[in-house]
C-alpha cells in the first residue's frame, strides 16, 4: 500500500498512503491478519478497509451506494490493487451456490435502520467462527448494533482494541427471531446506546457499570 515519487535528485522515495481515517490504519493491519486468499469478504457502507480484503485475495462485495462503490474502487486505484474479484450493489447477491462469508466490515457512516436491514441477510450467511469488524462501536449506529450482538448468544466479543473497532465472533448459527429481537430492542426510541467502551479504563467501566438488565435481552431457543 505505497506510491513512488521522484525527488528532485532524481531519486525515489516511497510515500505511505493513508486511509481517509487515521485510527483505520490500526483495523487494516488486523484485517490484513485474519484474511486469506479465496476467502469470501463483505462491507457494510463505505469504507477504504476493503481494499485490504482485495489486496489480500479475497473476493470482496460492498453493500452500498453508487458513490461508495466509486469511492473504494478509486482507493483500489490509488493503492494500485486488482479490483477484478471486487462486486458491488445495494444489497447482499443471493447466490444459493455461493461459499458462506468469513469476514464482514461495517462502515461508521452507515445509518441503524440501513445496517440493521442489511445485517440479517449478511450474518445468516456468515460461516460459524466468521468474523464482524464494527466500525465506530463505541458511539452511533455502530454501538447500537454492538449492543445487540452483546444480547445474542450467537455472537462473542473478540478484540476491542483494534482502531476504534471491535471485533465480534460468531460461535453458533443465528436465529432469525432472536436476531430481529435483538435489533428491535436496540434501537428502541430514547434508549442510549453503549456499545464497545474504549480507553485505559473500559474494563473498569464494564465491570462497575454493566449494562442494564432491560439492555440484557433473553431470548428462547
Given at each position: 500500500?505505497?506510491?513512488?515519487?521522484?525527488?528532485?535528485?532524481?531519486?525515489?522515495?516511497?510515500?505511505?498512503?493513508?486511509?481517509?481515517?487515521?485510527?483505520?490504519?490500526?483495523?487494516?493491519?488486523?484485517?490484513?491478519?485474519?484474511?486469506?486468499?479465496?476467502?469470501?469478504?463483505?462491507?457494510?457502507?463505505?469504507?477504504?478497509?476493503?481494499?485490504?480484503?482485495?489486496?489480500?485475495?479475497?473476493?470482496?462485495?460492498?453493500?452500498?451506494?453508487?458513490?461508495?462503490?466509486?469511492?473504494?474502487?478509486?482507493?483500489?486505484?490509488?493503492?494500485?490493487?486488482?479490483?477484478?474479484?471486487?462486486?458491488?450493489?445495494?444489497?447482499?447477491?443471493?447466490?444459493?451456490?455461493?461459499?458462506?462469508?468469513?469476514?464482514?466490515?461495517?462502515?461508521?457512516?452507515?445509518?441503524?435502520?440501513?445496517?440493521?436491514?442489511?445485517?440479517?441477510?449478511?450474518?445468516?450467511?456468515?460461516?460459524?467462527?466468521?468474523?464482524?469488524?464494527?466500525?465506530?462501536?463505541d458511539h452511533g449506529s455502530s454501538a447500537r448494533l454492538a449492543?445487540?450482538?452483546?444480547?445474542?448468544?450467537?455472537?462473542?466479543?473478540?478484540?476491542?482494541?483494534?482502531?476504534?473497532?471491535?471485533?465480534?465472533?460468531?460461535?453458533?448459527?443465528?436465529?432469525?427471531?432472536?436476531?430481529?429481537?435483538?435489533?428491535?430492542?436496540?434501537?428502541?426510541?430514547?434508549?442510549?446506546?453503549?456499545?464497545?467502551?474504549?480507553?485505559?479504563?473500559?474494563?473498569l467501566m464494564n465491570r462497575f457499570f454493566p449494562a442494564k438488565?432491560?439492555?440484557?435481552?433473553?431470548?428462547?431457543?
Amino acid at each position: 500500500m505505497t506510491a513512488t515519487t521522484n525527488q528532485t535528485a532524481g531519486r525515489i522515495r516511497k510515500i505511505a498512503q493513508r486511509r481517509t481515517r487515521r485510527q483505520d490504519e490500526f483495523t487494516a493491519d488486523y484485517i490484513a491478519l485474519v484474511v486469506q486468499p479465496g476467502m469470501r469478504t463483505v462491507q457494510i457502507g463505505g469504507s477504504d478497509l476493503g481494499s485490504v480484503c482485495l489486496k489480500r485475495g479475497a473476493r470482496h462485495e460492498i453493500i452500498a451506494p453508487i458513490a461508495a462503490i466509486e469511492a473504494l474502487q478509486a482507493d483500489c486505484d490509488r493503492r494500485h490493487i486488482p479490483t477484478d474479484a471486487l462486486r458491488g450493489g445495494p444489497a447482499l447477491r443471493k447466490d444459493d451456490t455461493a461459499q458462506p462469508i468469513d469476514l464482514v466490515i461495517i462502515g461508521p457512516e452507515v445509518g441503524f435502520p440501513v445496517m440493521a436491514g442489511n445485517w440479517r441477510h449478511v450474518a445468516a450467511a456468515m460461516r460459524e467462527n466468521a468474523l464482524l469488524v464494527l466500525v465506530g462501536a463505541d458511539h452511533g449506529s455502530s454501538a447500537r448494533l454492538a449492543d445487540a450482538l452483546m444480547m445474542d448468544n450467537a455472537w462473542t466479543l473478540q478484540e476491542r482494541a483494534c482502531g476504534d473497532a471491535a471485533v465480534f465472533r460468531k460461535v453458533q448459527p443465528v436465529q432469525k427471531d432472536r436476531t430481529l429481537d435483538t435489533l428491535t430492542q436496540a434501537s428502541r426510541p430514547g434508549r442510549r446506546p453503549r456499545g464497545v467502551r474504549r480507553g485505559p479504563f473500559a474494563g473498569l467501566m464494564n465491570r462497575f457499570f454493566p449494562a442494564k438488565p432491560q439492555d440484557r435481552l433473553r431470548t428462547s431457543g
